[in-house]
């Protein structure tokens, strides 16, 4: 009989006692134990770090019977300490007093371990907590905090509420180095890393472990995990989709592989792979995860290039910072897992590329949901359409519907109306009717707009505003070699230009030219 997947279960020990499965990362957390007793680790949404707290919790809670066949089971001695954990997870904060709410989670922990609190305000509240603890059994107090910055996140298209938010739990954090004597072990996550001075300044012992490869599996899956702990649910899968291992295995990487929060080591979304194994097609699982709105919204006021989101540079300063006041497109798109590492320049800036086809999908496809004022069965019929045109080579059909959903864009959200503006909107698109677009693709001449392949086609793109012509564009692809690395494919080559008219808001005209 299959174990179960845990498919929304965060709980240790619910995932043990109903025979779900875990992938064991207790041989990590042994490995961490060893180095340090203060850690914050900066994962997206639903890629298991609350299972991690929660782990973390049983562990020192002396829990062994639920450790059964782990790593850890006989490297320790299971002796009980308290825990305080501090889930803001479980908690909505928009609209409500943090004050307030964090005061709920500090009784909700004193009443577990059945000792009365009479401080009042959080900050006393929190060390009064952690001294009775301490006095009550004698042992060192572990903390354990689960999205350490959900109440800054909540606010983050208002600043000054965000920043008051900040504030309190600057102050809040603050107790943990006053009590420092009488804890043995604490660990903070976040899907944000704002910097030590925004948020932890007292904490100069707190270790960073978010890019750390010794530590860069211990939320997620990796390779050796998938076939470890799915082996039966891959074999099911392979049955199902008719597909060899090796191909199951190339298909699951494409989808679903790709992130390395380390720049090396290779994790799958845990998220995603068990909704994939549950219901064994390729899809977008992650759809609904992390902040896209603010992403969006982002995008529409600042006229941001999407395409420069493929290969994009930024400094190891820019990216482990996090400043509300200041957003980072690519350092937030990073953090909340929209991007990742792909490999470092010579100058020693990061390049960034989306992790998967899945997360490339989820984007653009939501991008295109908000850029288009129109029904979403409605865009999906056009999308539709729009597919069938470019794999029967029909551009009148093509650009016909492109004209269609720029003239769906409401003309307030478009504050830069210029050929990046366009180009970008294309691409969007593009990616989500499901082709691989090789944004500016350069040549030994320069670069092309878009490229892209089907199953009889090559498309090569080129975009023009007026009062430039198609054919400028055609006599460009040509004469600067665009098409050349294509040419030993037997699949046709059709150049295309196109031409937007600012004031009209659409492509006027169009020429295509196989080569």
């Not at 295309?496 to 169009?510: A, G, N, P, Q």
């Amino acid at each position: 009989m299959l174990k179960r997947l845990p498919i929304g279960q965060q709980d240790f020990e619910n995932i043990i006692e109903r025979n779900g499965i875990y992938a064991d990362k207790t041989k990590i957390i042994y490995d961490l134990l060893q180095t340090a007793d203060c850690f914050f680790l900066s994962r997206p949404r639903r890629f298991g770090k609350s299972l991690l707290i929660s782990t973390l919790r049983y562990l020192f809670e002396g829990r062994k019977e639920l450790f059964k066949g782990c790593w850890i089971e006989d490297k320790t001695d299971w002796k009980p300490v308290p825990v305080i954990r501090i889930d803001f997870t479980s908690r909505s904060f928009f609209r409500r007093p943090l004050s307030l709410a964090i005061n709920e989670i500090l009784d909700d922990n004193a009443e577990r371990y059945g000792v009365g609190l009479t401080c009042e305000d959080n900050k006393n509240r929190f060390a009064e907590l952690i001294k009775k603890l301490y006095e009550k059994t004698g042992e060192k107090v572990v903390i354990l905090v689960d999205e350490y910055d959900k109440p800054i996140i909540e606010y983050i298209n208002e600043p000054e509420h965000a920043e008051e938010n900040r504030m309190i739990l600057r102050n809040f954090y603050g107790v943990i180095k006053a009590c420092s004597d009488t804890l043995r072990f604490v660990f903070i996550t976040g899907i944000s890393r704002f910097s030590k001075l925004s948020i932890f300044s007292e904490l100069n012992n707190l270790v960073d472990i978010s890019m750390d490869r010794n530590f860069a599996a211990i939320c997620g899956f990796t390779k050796e995990d998938l076939d470890k702990y799915f082996s039966e649910y891959k074999d099911a899968a392979c049955g199902e989709l008719e597909i060899s291992r090796a191909e199951l295995d190339e298909k699951i990487g494409f989808w679903y592989d790709g992130y390395k929060f380390d720049g090396r080591t290779h994790i799958y979304n845990p998220f995603s792979m068990l909704n994939f194994f549950a219901k064994r097609e390729f899809k977008n699982f992650w759809f609904e995860s992390g902040l896209p709105k603010l992403l969006v919204d982002f995008i529409r006021e600042n006229g941001i290039d999407v395409k420069e989101l493929d290969n994009a540079m930024i400094s190891e300063e820019a990216l482990n910072n996090f400043d509300v006041n200041r957003i980072n497109l690519k350092a937030l798109m990073f953090q909340t897992g929209y991007l990742t590492i792909s490999g470092r320049n010579e100058f020693g800036q990061y390049i960034l590329n989306y992790p998967n086809e899945e997360v490339r999908r989820s984007f653009t496809r939501y991008l295109l949901d908000n850029f288009a004022d129109t029904k979403e069965q409605d865009l999906d019929g056009r999308k539709a359409e729009l597919f069938r045109a470019l794999q029967i080579c029909n551009i009148d059909g093509f650009i016909a519907g492109v004209n269609s959903l720029l003239a769906s864009i409401p003309y307030q959200i478009i504050p830069k109306e210029n050929e990046n503006y366009y180009s970008s909107l294309i691409y969007v698109l593009l990616r989500t009717l499901g082709y691989m677009v090789l944004s500016e693709l350069s040549s030994y001449h320069g670069r092309a707009d878009a490229v892209i392949k089907t199953k009889n086609y090559i498309y090569i793109f080129e975009y023009k505003m007026a009062p430039h012509t198609s054919e400028e564009g055609i006599n460009q692809i040509k004469t600067q070699g665009y098409a050349d690395e294509f040419m030993p494919d037997p699949r046709r080559k059709i150049a295309v230009s196109l031409v937007v008219d600012r004031k009209l808001r659409k492509i006027t005209e169009y020429l295509t030219e196989e080569l």
